[in-house]
């Protein structure tokens, strides 16, 4: 038998699960480990070098169809029930396979592990109390839970009570989210006195142009500053940017006339900033590769179009502002988002003079930000959760094991 098997259902789970696998291998480096990204590809799993197993799901919504009528129907003319057809058919081909599972995410990952009748604890960083305070889970997953589910990890200390009373095991132990997340020490080329404002375009498809749409919003940034010369725009840029085919594109934009490359960095491997542009009215904007910890810190705002990247922003005490992306995470996600975010960010519509007026009246009210922050650090909690997270599995793991072998 294999010992674990994580089972997750999206991008931002993916990641999450990959905090706590890297926890497990480093501490006991001899587990057999087999991972099923339920949906997606599974890049985070890769990039580990981890067997993945399971029935893929690559559906257009990317995991998203619920919350908007478009995709669910994207995804039905795409095959959604014969993809999910295929999924149970693939859990249930795994009873007997594995000493016992980590479910991540939600009711999906947690039907899996049911369906493959293997033991699991779950990590569950999909609800949460601030989206539905007292019914975060629904009936049915939290009866899963109840009958099914050895250990709950839940995303917040909030959430705990409801799980708790309804005979769910539970142990909080904070979020994944926010441990990766120490400055590398990377040069952003800011110097005292510029303002940094981070921008997250995501790492999605869309990527590019959520890119430039904000941009635009930073060419925007003169008509709201009374001092545009000290703003820094510093993009946390998805690892495979190509600086030169963004500078490219900016080029031939007719919204960018007049807009300079100041510097480019050659190579597809580069760190740190790779493109630095500049608009007629000098605002800078700096792109940077491999620095995500370290753009965060940086950053007095962030004006985010991303997912994972903007709760781990709210987590740091970081102002945000959520615009809707050009793909899946576009307006049903965003007001999906608000809800749980509440008082740590601000929305506003995809439209570069409104970004640009939010981030100014953000900036002038410093009264506004802290309330931002306190709001945003009280939901993501602290970090130190992938490992402890890590070793109450392993401890776990070892007590099916002992009364396996007592039977």
């Not at 009958?147 to 995303?155: A, E, V």
């Not at 020490?185 to 142009?209: E, F, N, P, Q, S």
């Amino acid at each position: 038998m294999i010992d674990l098997a994580f089972f997750s259902n999206g991008h931002g789970e993916d990641t999450i699960a990959c905090k706590v696998l890297d926890e497990l291998r480093d501490m006991r480096p001899a587990l057999s480990i087999e991972v099923w990204p339920m949906v997606g590809e599974g890049t985070a799993y890769s990039a580990r070098d981890a067997e993945i197993v399971g029935a893929l799901n690559l559906l257009p919504s990317a995991g998203f169809a619920t919350i908007s009528p478009k995709l669910m129907r994207e995804d039905l003319r795409a095959g959604w029930i014969k993809t999910h057809w295929r999924q149970f058919q693939a859990a249930r081909g795994m009873r007997g396979r594995y000493r016992m599972a980590i479910a991540v995410g939600d009711i999906i990952p947690i039907l899996a592990s049911v369906v493959s009748r293997t033991p699991f604890v779950f990590i569950g960083c999909a609800k949460s109390y601030y989206y539905h305070p007292g019914r975060a889970y629904t009936p049915l997953e939290r009866r899963l839970l109840r009958k099914h589910c050895t250990l709950t990890f839940p995303r917040d200390l909030k959430t705990v009570p409801e799980l708790d009373g309804d005979g769910v095991k539970t142990r909080y132990l904070g979020n994944p989210m926010m441990d990766g997340l120490e400055p590398a020490g990377i040069d952003l080329d800011l110097t005292k006195g510029d303002v940094a404002i981070g921008m997250l375009a995501g790492t999605r498809a869309d990527a590019d142009g959520n890119m430039l749409d904000l941009l635009e919003a930073a060419g925007r940034a003169h008509a709201h500053f009374d001092h545009p010369e000290k703003l820094r725009f510093v993009f946390a840029a998805r690892s495979g940017l190509d600086a030169k085919e963004i500078a490219a594109m900016v080029a031939g934009d007719p919204r960018f006339g007049g807009w300079q490359v100041k510097a480019i960095s050659e190579g597809s491997d580069a760190i740190g900033v790779v493109l630095r542009l500049a608009d007629p009215h000098g605002v800078e904007v700096l792109v940077a590769k491999g620095a995500f910890p370290d753009v965060l810190r940086a950053s007095s705002l962030v004006i985010g179009m991303a997912g994972t990247a903007n709760e781990q922003a709210i987590g740091l005490g970081i102002p945000l502002i959520t615009v809707p992306s050009a793909g899946v995470q576009g307006d049903h996600y965003v007001r999906m988002k608000a809800v749980y975010f509440g008082d740590a960010s601000l929305n506003v519509p995809r439209e570069a003079d409104t970004i640009a007026a939010a981030a100014a009246g953000l900036l002038a009210d410093p009264e506004a930000c802290a309330r931002m922050a306190e709001a945003g650090r009280e939901r993501m909690g602290e970090p130190g959760a992938s490992r402890a997270i890590a070793e109450a599995i392993l401890a776990e793991f070892d007590r099916i094991e002992s009364e396996t072998a007592k039977q």
